[in-house]
Antibody
Framework: QVQLQESGPGLVKPSETLSLSCTVS????????WSWIRRPPGKGLEWIGY???????NYNPSLKSRVTISIDTSKNQFSLKLSSVTAADTAVYFC????????????WGQGTLVTVSS | DIQMTQSPSSLSASVGDRVTITCRAS??????LNWYQQKPGKAPNLLIY???SLQSGVPSRFSGSGSGTDFTLTISSLQPEDFATYYC?????????FGQGTKVEIK
């Protein structure tokens, strides 16, 4: 059974870049769509974007100018970079595997809290 | 973006109760609707996809129905392990969007 685990700093300063990685175990990253989703405190889930193993990406337009998702198949990892962060980017960040053209999330990581604060 | 609205935002129920959660889309999404369960500190879990298809390994007490704009998730007989937060998600049109969640608590 595939497992996903997020890693990265829990505290980021305003205007800096948030960087997270997701390590996939128990299965190959060389298929499916690999996604990032977040949940700000007291709010619902927000899809950030996905990458396919070919390197093709699709981002939420609300974040597109600040988001980069990349993949390293040799390490079975994919990563998220979110630039110019503000307090509004404070959230629990989840990585997830998706199928059906990235539409349905069938495996998730447990999530990691990232706080944006000076 | 398609807005997803869940109701209620929270509910209290007893073990053995039948529980229904509703999800409404701001426009028709055909049957492109998925349901997830999340327990505190745990990864979300896919329960239902395409409005009514049960994900492998999910107990049969969970069921989904609806099409167009109105959908329901039903738990036929609530079990202790079902106390959690439930989210709907539309997969009709990117960006994929989620409801705000329904927290099911012990009565």
């Amino acid at each position: 059974q595939v497992q996903l685990q997020e890693s990265g700093p829990g505290l980021v300063k305003p205007s800096e870049t948030l960087s997270l990685s997701c390590t996939v175990s128990g299965g190959s990253i060389s298929s499916y769509y690999w996604s990032w989703i977040r949940r700000p405190p007291g709010k619902g889930l927000e899809w950030i974007g996905y990458i396919y193993n070919s390197g093709s990406t699709n981002y939420n337009p609300s974040l597109k100018s600040r988001v980069t998702i990349s993949i390293d198949t040799s390490k079975n990892q994919f990563s998220l970079k979110l630039s110019s962060v503000t307090a509004a980017d404070t959230a629990v960040y989840f990585c997830a595997r998706a199928h059906s053209s990235g539409r349905i999330f069938d495996s998730w990581g447990q999530g990691t809290l990232v706080t944006v604060s000076s | 973006d398609i807005q997803m609205t869940q109701s209620p935002s929270s509910l209290s129920a007893s073990v053995g109760d039948r529980v229904t959660i509703t999800c409404r889309a701001s426009q028709s999404i055909s049957s492109y609707l998925n349901w997830y369960q999340q327990k505190p500190g745990k990864a979300p879990n896919l329960l239902i996809y395409a409005a009514s298809s049960l994900q492998s390994g999910v107990p049969s007490r969970f069921s989904g129905s609806g099409s167009g704009t109105d959908f329901t998730l039903t738990i036929s007989s609530l079990q202790p392990e079902d106390f959690a937060t439930y989210y709907c998600q539309q997969s009709y049109s990117a960006p994929w969007t989620f409801g705000q969640g329904t927290k099911v608590e012990i009565k």
